[in-house]
């Protein structure tokens, strides 16, 4: 290997090389490079037939791919955009110093936002557009730790006040008005679309939005448009396993409607990024192997000459050698050590800069740095077509910050700044603040007639008007189907077994049916649709495909084949959930980004969901999506045989955290049908900004009929599933609780209690112990707050308060999760749970219930025990039912094997 790339890099015959270079220039300005490059390709095609090995080199030289003469012009005023730029740094500076003066230490970031403002000045004057009604409007992915200078920008354009930007990271005292530390759609509803500081979560969800939109075109949901999907990411963010995952989807799908800029400079939160080697180079070699068209925005005009004069090529081969860890020590140290530390390495270059001063070497601009050479680079972005671009723009960390912080290791945690740096921050950008006010670090707003407002708001103006700006709600909504609707599933199955997995499908076909919700459900896998007995849809709606179905497939000949198609309703993510939950927020905010309300379903194990993306589905909560995630399989027993990385006892702990998530565990189908139905109307009628987890399994058992009367306890989460009858004096009794499919194992517990024992049992289904703790804490803090008025009584108490003996409950969850209505049990009721803490195993599900503790006997067993407690039965009762139902006493505990 080492002698083939020797032979290729030596230059056996210069005269013959040029020669071929000449003609090679001579086509190039003839016919232009497409002709240049179909040569080329012709000629590599012809040395590998004659068996010569060419190593592939996805990296091009150390330079700025688009070269000076092909630049596309500003039609900008540079000088005022120059001083707009200016008074953005200062008030973004401004922002986190005066936030860090108050009490509290409330933190914030400069050198992010110092390093890239002239890559987000340039797009809000030239790109970027606002949903307007002409135009949908283009899609930004804010860099999290730049908030500060988008926050100035609109300090600027009037959107903000002085008040409120001293109210950066305050949002508690700021009742409403305070400025989210960053990027958050929850906190500022009309402002941020979505959040990204969760590095890597905005690549991976900006790749998925761009493949959505054109699901919405190509399903004709929503007409083409040239709409741009803007996603600014850092170098050091590029190691987070979502930014990159992904790329291959958006070059292989062709999302020309997307563009990436990477904010490259070299500079991790502790140090370099690559500081023995050179990120851009790296980035760009991922990208352009992926099937993305690149562009590198390394150096700036004043670079150009120096370039130009290169006619030995040893400055371009200086830039290849040199590392990351060198060029962010040139920043930091200043022209003079520049000129020997870089150019004096070889005596060409040393030569290139010989009449140049120390200041003049310093002043050699990087790309992302140059408004011109940005917008060249955007320029060619958005005329690309046929592929994703990135554009990557070599920056300086803290640029501006001088002593304080620019290009060195701790910039990311600068957050403070003495008075003679702040004074040399002024004096840099021109920025028209006194002497006597410095110490205070005023804002600085040049007056709303002023020559730069006014040319701010015009390019606004032009590009439809502010950004960001956030939609809260759709022009549109769609009625939920009525209840009636779901009959398939409301009545009972009879002596037919089905799984509640089975029962979800149903449902959605029967949604699908609503000509009007119909067409707006985006079924999404990311994989294993036949697993979930999904594989009608394929033949019904298709698996969407923006290229359509190019082969015949294997199946063709069976009724549920595999069909795919450019105008498919599933979404089928290929075996990634993270890439599932993405295209699942893509969906469930198109309400807010594209004005086209969308009804999501992503179906997934759901161990697979808030365990392993949890991050994702925190910043689903974030961005207000709507829309139903299903935990296929659930529950620590259903899936028997799987074992411990598959079994979920613990999602529904999880998604009970994130405070606009609806969570329920049903049992029955027509539980489910209640559940889809009431949180259909929630989201898609009354536009609620909520979303929907639900657990199905697969395990097949009879459904019974809706039982009259039942629906608002489901939606409460919980109600009377089988009443004991009437009370006898002294008759040992017990409440049971259950959801999911350990509630049949409660009423199978009841049988045997009255069978074996005469005890009277009240049944219970819960589907949601998290929306029933919810209320109850919810009426416990009204009590507190209101002494003197009347006491709510929280819904479980209310229910349960006229009721005899203890109460038993029992999932397939770890103990925690039914444990979470404790604090609500009618005073002097015991309160006895049974759960599946401990890692999961393989098995049948009647020897891990078993296992788990959590079968028809452990509960009869739990129900005897509390009983014996409250002296209702003695202690020989619950001896007895050791002995009868083989319950091993000493047995260890499933939370310690």
Not at 17 to 26: F, G, H, I, P
Not at 316 to 329: F, H, I, N
Not at 561 to 574: F, P, S
Not at 752 to 773: A, H, N
């Amino acid at each position: 290997m080492d002698q083939i790339d020797d032979i290729l890099n030596q230059d056996l015959d210069p005269t013959e090389t040029r020669e071929w270079v000449e003609s090679l220039n001579a086509v190039i300005n003839h016919d232009g490079t497409e002709r240049a490059h179909f040569l080329l390709e012709r000629m590599v095609d012809s040395t590998r037939r004659a068996g010569g090995y060419l190593p592939f080199d996805p990296t091009t030289e150390y330079v700025n791919t688009i070269q000076p003469h092909m630049e596309a012009r500003s039609p900008g005023d540079a000088a005022i955009e120059w001083r707009i730029r200016s008074l953005i740094r200062w008030n973004a500076l401004a922002t986190v110093v005066r936030a860090n003066r108050k009490p509290g230490d409330l933190g914030g970031h400069i050198s992010s936002f110092a390093s890239s403002a002239t890559l987000y000045d340039v797009g809000f004057n030239h790109f970027w557009r606002a949903p307007s009604a002409d135009h949908p409007g283009d899609l930004v992915f804010h860099q999290g730790h730049s908030a500060p200078g988008v926050y100035a920008r609109s300090f600027l354009e009037g959107r903000l006040s002085e008040d409120q930007m001293d109210l950066f990271r305050m949002e508690v005292a700021g009742k409403g008005r305070g400025l989210s530390s960053y990027p958050h759609p929850y906190l500022m509803p009309d402002y941020w679309q979505v959040p990204t500081v969760s590095m890597g979560l905005g690549p991976i969800q900006a790749i998925y939005q761009a493949q959505f939109w054109k699901y919405l075109e190509h399903r004709g949901l929503m007409p083409k448009t040239d709409r741009k999907i803007w996603c600014f990411m850092g170098d050091g963010e590029s190691d987070e396993p979502e930014s990159l995952g992904a790329i291959s989807l958006a070059g292989r799908e062709g999302l020309d409607n997307l563009i990436f800029v990477i904010n490259c400079n070299l500079q991790r939160l502790d140090g370099p990024v690559r500081g023995n080697g050179k990120i851009i180079q790296e980035l760009e070699g991922v990208f352009r192997g992926a099937g993305w068209n690149a562009i590198k925005v390394i150096w700036g005009s004043y670079w150009d000459p120096l370039l130009a004069r290169d006619t030995t090529g040893k400055l371009r081969q200086l830039m290849m050698e040199t590392v990351d860890g060198e060029y962010q020590a040139c920043k930091a140290f200043g022209g003079a050590y520049t000129r020997e530390k870089f150019f004096g390495k070889y005596p060409e270059t040393a030569a290139l800069v010989a009449n140049m001063s120390d200041d003049d070497i310093w002043r050699l601009n990087r790309g992302g740095h140059d408004p011109h050479k940005v917008y060249a680079a955007y320029h060619a972005a958005v005329n690309t077509k046929g592929m994703p671009t990135v554009i990557l723009a070599k920056t300086v960390k803290g640029y501006g910050m001088g002593a304080a912080g620019e290009s060195q290791n701790p910039a990311h945690n600068q957050k403070k700044m003495d008075a003679d740096a702040v004074r040399a921050f002024r004096d840099r950008f021109n920025i028209p603040v006194p002497d006597d006010k410095l110490d205070e670090v005023p804002y600085y707003h040049p007056g709303k007639d002023s020559e730069e407002v006014q040319y701010m708001l015009e390019r606004r103006r032009a590009l439809g008007g502010s950004l960001p700006q956030r939609r809260r709600k759709a022009d549109q909504s769609f009625k939920a189907p009525p209840l009636e609707a779901f009959e398939q599933i409301t009545k009972g199955t009879g002596d037919r077994e089905i799984s509640t997995t089975m029962a979800l499908v149903r449902g959605m076909n029967l949604m699908l049916r609503d000509k009007e919700l119909g067409p707006r459900l985006v079924p999404i896998v990311a994989d294993e649709a036949r697993t979930f007995g999904m594989e009608g849809m394929f033949r019904q709606i298709g698996i969407y495909a923006p290229f359509g179905q190019k082969y015949r497939p294997q199946d063709a000949d069976q009724l549920l084949y595999y069909r795919e198609d450019q105008k498919g309703q599933v979404l089928q993510e290929g075996i990634s959930e993270a890439g599932g939950m993405s295209a699942w927020i893509a969906a469930g905010t198109s309400y807010s980004v594209s004005n086209v309300p969308m009804l999501p379903f992503f179906i997934y194990y759901s161990m697979f969901g808030f365990q392993r993306i949890g991050d994702l589905c925190w910043a689903a909560g974030d961005m207000r999506a709507r829309g139903f995630l299903i935990g296929g399989t659930s529950g620590r027993t259903t899936l028997n045989g799987e074992g411990l990385q598959h079994e979920d006892g613990h999602s529904h702990l999880l998604s009970g955290a994130i405070p606009n998530v609806v969570s329920y565990d049903p049992t029955f189908s027509y539980e489910l049908a209640v559940i889809l139905q009431d949180g259909t109307r929630r989201m898609m009628q009354e536009q609620e900004d909520v979303y929907y987890y639900i657990t199905v399994m697969n395990e097949n058992y009879a459904h019974p009929d809706l039982p009259k009367g039942s629906e608002e306890g489901i939606v409460k989460g919980m109600y009377l599933f089988k009443d004991g009858g009437k009370a006898k004096k002294n008759e040992p009794r017990v409440q049971l609780m259950g959801s999911g499919t350990i509630l049949r194992e409660v009423i199978a517990a009841a049988e045997l209690l009255e069978k074996d024992f005469g005890v009277t049992s009240d049944i219970w289904s819960v589907p949601s112990f998290t929306e029933v703790r919810r209320e109850g804490f919810d009426a416990e803090r009204w009590n507190r707050l209101h002494p003197e008025a009347e006491q709510r009584v929280p819904y479980v108490t209310g229910l349960l308060a006229d009721r005899q003996g203890p109460a038993v409950a029992a999932t397939d969850y770890v103990r925690e999760f039914a444990d979470q209505i404790r604090a609500f049990m009618p005073d002097g009721m015991r309160y006895t749970v049974l759960g599946t803490d401990g890692y999961g195993r393989s098995d049948t599900r009647a020897n891990l219930r078993s296992h788990f503790e959590v079968d028809r006997y452990w509960i009869a067993h739990a129900a005897l025990a509390a009983l014996a407690k409250d002296g209702k039965v003695n202690a020989k009762d619950v001896s007895r039912a050791i002995k009868e139902y083989k319950l091993d006493m000493n047995k260890p505990n499933p939370m310690t094997v």
